[in-house]
């Protein structure tokens, strides 16, 4: 049969090879798992994950089997264990971002470590394995995102990793599963019916469910497909007149993935991840490296930060309606605000974990700040994450102006974590809910994982 960009997709998913993974790939994937092994081992803290736990535990019973973040002697049927630790690694938006946007780590290593739990002795995948299927994962993502230019930019309608998340799920799991072509085929195209949610629900405790549900809708696609369950063979394809994922964009331009023969680059080799350093929307790193920047101006001005001497903070941001927040009034919506993140850290001198708590939200001293700020739009300040750029001026009541400016804050890809940087990180995270042993533990695991026998250990 001709070959199609839905069967090109599933034969480099049954065809892939560990040799296929370069010593980069294989790097920064690597960073990627210990990054959201940790984001979801703090996100295992907050309240949206309690709710998504308490819901899983009281309404489903079934064999459980796999673990939950941050919950020891906690079990739960693989998918819903892919679900929870979905919504803990996305519930502080404090993972890893790609470019085109979106988070590709949370919607695919919760199902791998829910899965490799399921699986019975003998045949378990090793860490090499897992590596792969995560890779796998990784690289349909990439792959799909770059059939429509819509997906360049930040977006406006449904959040990415939702749809293209789901997939990448699927194709993961398919490859974990050892699933043949045509399975992996019948694997996207269900769950190309299973993904999509709204961006009306940013800055929301729904949002978090995004990533829950590209996990386990994309694990349970994977399953279905090796029951027998087919779907559509040109899933992927742009067929006029009847829309598969097409559906999600109004302009399409699928292409075949060349199959995995001698060296396949995968997109992680040309394009590095972005790690945020505190937990907030990625744009809003930009305003804070600014922010910070104008701050030390400040400082060095007046000697000290005094809000008083302070008449207009001007904002210049890309126009993006749902994390253009005047006053955040909830943790979600405060991740989500340029003004709240940048007024933060002119206060404060650095954003973290304590930023977003109800006593910091509400200050009067911030409330002041935000009453100040002015936005504005320059037409070459794009809602990219490869071209945006932060810019904070303090207009002070003396007539001078001092303005901080960000092109590349520190964990872009341009300008990626150093090891210590992701290990503080990590250390950080991990420590709310795991004592220190088991956080070495993991360090070396995942810096080993080639050489890991059973991944069910991790």
């Known amino acids: 049969p001709e070959e199609t960009v839905t069967s090109s997709f599933a034969s ?3 065809a892939v090879q560990p040799e296929h993974l370069s010593k980069i790939v294989r790097h920064r994937s690597k960073r990627m798992i210990l990054d959201s092994i940790g984001v979801g081992l703090v996100g295992s803290t907050t309240h949206v ?9 009281e309404l489903y019973s079934s064999v459980a089997v796999s673990s939950v973040y941050g919950k020891p002697g906690v079990k739960l049927s693989p998918t819903l264990a892919a679900f929870t630790n979905g919504v803990a690694t996305h519930s502080m ?4 971002t790609w470019h085109p946007a979106t988070h590709p780590s949370g919607a695919v290593l919760p199902a791998l470590l829910a899965a490799s739990q399921m699986l019975p002795p003998g045949t378990k995948p090793n860490g090499m394995d897992f590596l792969l299927a995560f890779n796998v994962g990784l690289e349909v993502q990439g792959r799909l995102m770059h059939f429509s230019t819509e997906a360049h930019n930040i977006p406006k309608r449904f959040h990415p990793p939702s749809v293209v998340g789901t997939l990448g799920s699927a194709a993961a799991m398919a490859k974990l599963l050892s699933l043949s072509t045509a399975q992996c085929s019948h694997a996207l195209g269900i769950a190309a019916s299973l993904a999509g949610a709204p961006m009306a629900n940013a800055a929301t405790q729904a949002k978090p469910l995004h990533i829950g549900n590209a996990s386990r809708l994309g694990f349970e696609a994977a399953l279905l497909a090796a029951r027998g369950m087919e779907a559509n063979p040109l899933i992927l394809d742009d067929i ?12 399409y331009e699928p292409k075949p993935l060349s199959p995995p023969n001698g060296h396949h680059e995968f997109l992680l080799e040309k394009q ?5 350093r505190f937990p907030a929307h990625l744009g809003m790193h930009w305003v804070v490296d600014a922010a910070l920047s104008v701050r030390n101006l400040f400082i060095n001005y007046a000697g000290s930060f005094s809000p008083s001497l302070i008449r207009t903070i001007v904002l210049k941001i890309p126009v993006s309606k749902y994390i253009n927040r005047p006053f955040p009034s909830s943790e979600h919506q405060a991740r989500h605000s340029f003004q709240f993140n940048a007024c933060s850290a002119l206060l404060d001198g650095e954003v973290g974990l304590s930023s977003f708590k109800e006593s910091s939200i509400h200050r009067q001293e911030l409330r ?19 071209k945006m750029y932060g810019e904070v001026a303090l207009l002070l009541h003396s007539g001078d102006v001092l303005t901080g400016k960000c092109d590349t804050f520190y964990g872009h890809w341009r300008k990626p974590l150093s090891k210590e940087s992701l290990l503080k990180k990590f250390r950080s995270n991990a420590s709310h809910v795991l004592p220190d042993e088991k956080i070495e533990t993991i360090i070396t695991m995942v810096e080993n994982l080639e050489s890991l026998s059973d991944s069910s250990q991790l």
């Open 12 to 14: 480099f998913i049954h």
């Open 49 to 57: 994950f309690d709710i998504a736990l308490q819901y899983c535990r």
């Open 93 to 96: 938006d404090f993972d890893d």
């Open 240 to 251: 006029p007149g009847c829309s598969g994922f097409s559906a999600f964009y109004s302009v």
């Open 272 to 276: 590095d991840i972005a790690f945020k």
């Open 368 to 386: 002041e700040l935000l009453d100040k700020v002015v936005v504005e739009h320059p037409e070459d300040n794009v809602a990219n994450f490869d």
